[in-house]
DNA sequence: GAGTATTTTGTAAACGATTTCAATATGATT
DNA sequence: AATCATATTGAAATCGTTTACAAAATACTC
């Protein structure tokens, strides 16, 4: 590979010179530039983007930190950090956290480590222990899960009202006993039940301890959590969950408890998934808009690393009820 | 941040001496490695691994790039691969090339401008044309597709026989008229498409033309491709695609025509999905290993950093068949 | 055309580590 | 105690950029 001082003296200049065509300066000769640039190409140069971030103290990359990669929800989000990021130049390192603080822990020290110009984090909690480590200069934006007392850029779903209205939806549509199966440890999980809560008292009906259950994020708790919630003395007429794994599991313990959705039991959820329009029912959920997310959540980090100063931002998106078969109006049984 | 400077004046060292004990040589008295050790602590020194990755002409970074990250494949396969690559020490740069070539030659050149160790790589095509551009030195593995003229690591599956299973599976459960909606333009497809076209002679059929379908290798085309087998004058009694985004497509399409599986038509594919088994009936597959792929790779990968001159390996692993509702045995009708 | 202002260019010092080589200290051997 | 071998240490070069500053070249003014 060819260095900028390879380039220099094959077109008779400084160094200087070609870093100042590389930057683009006004203050070369059109004559010189040329030869610059003819010896660029003709050596196949490209910049050491290594000395050039080692010198400028910062490179062109992001990070991103997740907490569970297996979710839709998140691969959707990568990929729209990726696209985006890589439209302003930056690439993207990616981890995953399986929801585990530690790894979120030493993962941000990896990235500070990398010079990452940024993180977008999804934390695994609300109060994101490894965060308040880092210096106070460091770029970070989450998303989906606030850390409410951390002075940082957040985009963030309208989780209570999403909630409100999915759980209004199961109403209206004649469900009573309503189960909810939480992320628990999140902020999202907390939002998403109190906006539950609050649809249910709107109509008039008491939040039962015994129906609501908070549990990790996950296809097995997820299964655990609404098998046990099915066998109950007095079952639930209708699920609704606040991820889609969770869906996956509770849909996975209705199958093998063998009842019919939604007659027997309702089951809504969040997060648009390519399965929950193939299974039948299909599944009524709140889709968000994923791709805005993570396009907002890395523009605001590029932001912020320009301009350190700037007040920080919260950003909140507005979810989409998109309203399926699986929350059908009841048919009353007896 | 404290640099190495400052601890080598904090501990009264020079510098040279710092960076020995930081790479643990034993040519260091115990009495001077502790007090480096304590002014390390006490200075909260952090190495700059930008330095490191300069001095060194090599990072500690992978770069995986997928073809498709929508492609639950290609999550898992991520979430191996960062696993892997984190227990080494390296992380990892992903990128996305949505099945564009372009945006493939574009992002290895990304990886090279960022002096990865090294890069992961599922191609777009059968030969890779940016590929050709590195320099010899570039430490590549190839997953999932191969790159027949290449001679770099690969880790595949046996595709051939995989599909050869998988159509023999649903010729013993008697469907004789069998259509394949293969990714066009791997050699993935192909031999998927292959192995198919083995088993149906093997069975004394003759594959026809009119059944067989190559398409971009997602659920748009595999919808469409799909509907038009099923509008067929004479339509297939089975249906097989060679990846889950074709499925889902493929089963948007047997939804829409309101027909059922497996009695009107059978539905099998390759890779596991969290919705295949959810479906009703839940969906005949192959599973790849997906995890030890991603994990093979990585593994190869390191091993060719730190060797760049050993002969080039391919690993070949077995898909396994999981039979389930969507091929049971078929009822003649009539 | 001399003097000044402005633009263009080059020199050399960073950035923060690793490593070669030489110098010094230590220990072993006689 | 002198000699030699060996173990420790440090000075300085290096990786490939960018950029402050100084120097040189050019343009402008009178």
Redesign the pocket.
Same mark, same amino acid.
């Given at each position: 590979?060819a260095?900028?001082?390879e380039v220099a003296r094959a077109a008779?200049? /400084?160094?200087?010179?070609v /870093? +100042?065509v590389?930057?683009n300066s006004?203050?070369? +000769?059109p004559?010189?530039r040329e030869r610059v640039l003819k010896a660029i190409k003709e050596l196949e140069?490209r910049?050491?983007l290594i000395? +050039?971030s080692? +010198?400028?103290?910062q490179t062109t990359t992001i990070g991103l930190i997740v907490s569970d990669i297996r979710n839709p929800f998140f691969t959707a989000i990568s990929r729209a950090v990726e696209d985006t990021a890589y439209e302003e130049g930056y690439s993207l390192i990616l981890c995953n956290t399986d929801e585990d603080p530690k790894k979120e822990s030493i993962y941000l020290n990896v990235m500070r480590d990398a010079n990452v110009a940024g993180v977008i984090l999804s934390p695994t909690g609300p109060t994101a222990a490894g965060l308040r480590e880092l210096e106070a200069g460091f770029a970070v934006v989450v998303i989906d899960r606030s850390i409410p007392d951390a002075d940082v850029d957040m985009v963030l779903l309208d989780n209570v009202d999403s909630a409100y209205r999915l759980t209004r939806h199961l109403l209206e549509n004649g469900y009573q006993r309503i189960a909810a199966i939480c992320g628990e440890r999140s902020t999202t999980g907390r939002e998403r039940c109190a906006g539950y809560e609050q649809a249910l008292r709107a109509y008039g009906l008491l939040p039962t301890a015994e129906l609501v259950r908070f549990v990790p994020p996950q296809i097995e708790a997820g299964y655990a959590a609404a098998l046990r919630l099915l066998d109950l003395p007095e079952p639930p007429e209708a699920l609704l969950t606040t991820n889609s794994l969770l869906a996956a599991g509770a849909l996975e313990a209705i199958r093998e408890r063998g009842l019919r959705i939604p007659d027997e039991v309702a089951l809504v959820t969040f997060d648009e998934t390519t399965w929950a329009s193939l299974v039948q029912p299909p599944i009524t959920l709140i889709e968000q808009p994923t791709y805005e997310i993570g396009k907002t959540a890395t523009e605001l980090l590029l932001q912020r690393v320009a301009e350190p100063e700037r007040p920080t931002r919260r950003v909140i998106l507005k979810g989409r009820l998109l309203v399926r078969g699986s929350s059908a109006p009841r048919v009353r049984c007896g």
């Open positions: 590979m260095s900028i001082k008779g200049v /400084s160094t200087a010179t /870093s +100042r590389l930057a006004p203050h070369v +000769r004559a010189l140069y910049p050491n000395a +050039r080692l +010198r400028a103290q």
